[in-house]
């Protein structure tokens, strides 16, 4: 069965903290998103990998293919960067399978 | 504005009434799929298109129809609103689930639908 399970749930951290969300999946994956859900619940993409890393401000997403899971960093956590983190794998397929969701709170 | 616009936010329903969720987007995205997003869950695939004329299910899909006549437009229907319905739906648009740029996937805004 392919699923993604997201570690950990919740995540609360202080300002200036670097933080590290995990994302692990089956076999088989094409690609691997990480998704921004708001508070008020909008969601935004933030990248898509399939191998490496890519990095977007303080955002750096990487890969390993051979152990089968993904981490989010957030470098010098600030307030405004508390909200949901989403990862999902793209099977093979057009269809996109969804981690329940990493919730990070980030206090001044 | 360029993005994907999902109407009604709100709605409430009757168990046993239809309705329609409109998805639109003006960016000629060949992808687009509907979500279903319910508290303790992640999103859940409904049915998506790679393109016009062409639907297939996703991993919820009992209960939803939907179609695709223009490359804009993906409307999702409930046919007969059940209480196990009541949830939060988000339309996502992409040109490629593969391509490797930012904001490969644009989210709608959601709409949140509670069956009675």
């Known amino acids: 069965k392919n699923e993604v399970e997201q570690s950990p749930q919740n995540l609360t951290a202080q300002e200036g903290e670097f933080i590290t969300i995990n994302c692990s999946y089956s076999v088989g994956i094409s690609a691997l998103h990480w998704l921004q859900q708001h508070p008020g619940g909008g969601i935004v993409s933030l990248f898509m990998l399939s191998s490496g890393k890519k990095k977007h401000g303080r955002l750096i997403a990487t890969i390993n293919i051979q152990e089968k899971h993904s981490s989010l960093h957030i470098t010098a956590s600030h307030p405004r960067d508390s909200a949901v983190y989403i990862c999902?794998?793209?099977?093979?397929?057009?269809?996109?399978?969804f981690g329940t969701g990493t919730r990070l709170q980030v206090f001044p | 504005n360029a993005g994907v616009t999902q109407t009604p936010k709100f709605q409430v329903l009757k168990t046993g009434q239809s309705m329609t969720l409109q998805c639109a987007q003006d960016m000629n995205h060949e992808y687009m799929s509907w979500y279903r997003q319910d508290p303790g869950m992640g999103l859940r695939l409904i049915h998506y298109s790679v393109g016009a004329g062409i639907t297939d299910q996703g991993e919820v899909p009992n209960g939803y129809n939907v179609s695709r006549s223009t490359t804009e437009d993906f409307p999702l229907r409930l046919l007969s609103a059940a209480p196990s319905q009541t949830s939060v739906y988000f339309c996502?648009?992409?040109?490629?689930?593969?391509?490797?740029?930012?904001?490969?996937?644009?989210f709608g805004a959601g709409s949140r639908l509670t069956v009675l």
């Open positions: 999902a794998a793209l099977y093979n397929t057009d269809k996109l399978i």
């Open positions: 996502a648009s992409s040109y490629s689930l593969r391509d490797s740029g930012a904001n490969v996937l644009t």
